[in-house]
């Protein structure tokens, strides 16, 4: 049986440790029985990392990053794909770690309809803006609590190993100045649901 993660597993203070960590892990939606593997993240710091939204401080846009670390900050991006994300670190500090890809488990029927593609098409999920389309996740979800809430991510004790985890540079993040170049993304090697980014 799946254990959801506790709010112990978002406290760490580096948000890059969250972003590998949650490789693997199920995100799943309680209310439709959606279900998929995290196979991509972003990990997103505060003050000192200029791709990040809280680089200059907290702003009406930005706040729910500041919260409680295990809440999601839900926003909008180019004012039409919905961007999930998992507040990191503890309230007050802005940390955050973008989900790029997931691999669909349970409830496909529910995402490709919401969707408009077939299951075996990569992009049903693969991407940010795909994936909350997909497993039907909304604005009215931005700082939901994710260890009892309506989206709740989990630990079925799948282990990726190190060998097949990669990283790289952020995607659309060429304006950060240095913060463009760090290593800050992750993803499971060899899995057709990371996006084509």
């Known amino acids: 049986m799946n254990r959801v993660l506790p709010r112990s597993f978002y406290e760490k203070k580096n948000p890059v440790l969250v972003a590998r960590g949650l490789l693997g892990k199920i995100i799943r939606i309680t209310r439709d029985g959606c279900a998929a593997r995290i196979v991509e993240t972003e990990a997103y710091g505060g003050s000192l990392d200029r ?72 992009r049903l999920t693969a991407g940010p803006g795909a994936l909350t389309q997909a497993m039907g ?22 282990r990726i190993p190190g060998m097949k985890i990669q990283k790289g540079t952020r995607v659309g993040v060429g304006y ?10 992750f993803w499971i090697r060899g899995n057709p649901w990371v996006s084509r980014a």
């Not at 999601?72 to 180019?78: F, I, K, N, R």
């Not at 007050?92 to 029927?109: F, H, S, Y």
């Not at 950060?176 to 993304?185: D, K, L, M, S, T």
């Open 137 to 158: 996740i909304s604005m009215k979800w931005d700082r939901c609590d994710l260890v009892c809430g309506p989206i709740r991510i989990e630990d079925d004790g799948v």
């Open 176 to 185: 950060a100045g240095p913060a463009a170049n760090f290593p800050w993304r």
């Open 51 to 122: 791709a990040s939204h809280a680089w200059r401080g907290r702003t009406a846009r930005n706040e729910s990053m500041f919260g409680p670390p295990g809440t999601a900050y839900v926003y909008l991006c180019y004012g039409i794909h919905r961007m999930m994300n998992v507040v990191t670190a503890l309230e007050g500090t802005a940390a955050a770690v973008l989900i790029r890809g997931v691999e669909p488990l349970e409830g496909i029927d529910k995402m490709t309809r919401r969707r408009g593609v077939s299951a075996s098409e990569f």
